[in-house]
C-alpha cells in the first residue's frame, strides 16, 4: 500500500491550497484518514482526521479555515485550506488505517508534501 500526497506548495498569507492523497494497493477497506503536519520547530500535530463514515475532527488552530473530505470511491483524502497563515508552514502528511483483508491490515503514512505560507 502507498500513500500519495499532491497539492503542496507556496502561498501568500490569506491564501488556499488544496492538498490530496491517494492510496493504491491491496486495500480491501480504508477506515479512518488523517491529515498531520510537522513543523519547522518539528512538532508534530494532528490538523484534521475523517471516519469512513464522514465522523470529523478539526485541530483548533484549523478550525473554520481548513476542510478535510474523502471519496471512498477513489482512495483519495483531501485537505482544503484557506486563509493560510505563516504558522501553517510545515510538512503536511496523510496517514490511513488501511484493511487488506477482513482479517489484516495496518497504519499507513504518505511521504509529505510541504507547504510555505509567507510574503
Known amino acids: 500500500v502507498q500513500l500519495q500526497a499532491s497539492g503542496g506548495g507556496q502561498v501568500q498569507p490569506g491564501g488556499s491550497l488544496r492538498l490530496s492523497c491517494i492510496a493504491s494497493?491491496?486495500?480491501?477497506?480504508?477506515?479512518?484518514m488523517a491529515w498531520y503536519r510537522k513543523t519547522p520547530g518539528n512538532q508534530r500535530e494532528l490538523v484534521a482526521e475523517?471516519?469512513?463514515?464522514?465522523?470529523?475532527n478539526y485541530a483548533d488552530s484549523v478550525k473554520g479555515r481548513f476542510t478535510i473530505s474523502r471519496e471512498n470511491a477513489k482512495n483519495t483524502l483531501y485537505l482544503q485550506m484557506n486563509n493560510l497563515k505563516p504558522e501553517d508552514t510545515a510538512l503536511y502528511y496523510c496517514?490511513?488505517?488501511?484493511?487488506?483483508?477482513?482479517?489484516?491490515?495496518?497504519?499507513?503514512w504518505g511521504q509529505g508534501t510541504q507547504v510555505t505560507v509567507s510574503s
Open positions: 496517514t490511513a488505517d488501511i484493511s487488506h483483508s477482513e482479517f489484516a491490515g495496518g497504519t499507513y
Open positions: 494497493g491491496t486495500i480491501f477497506r480504508i477506515n479512518g
Open positions: 475523517i471516519t469512513r463514515e464522514g465522523s470529523i
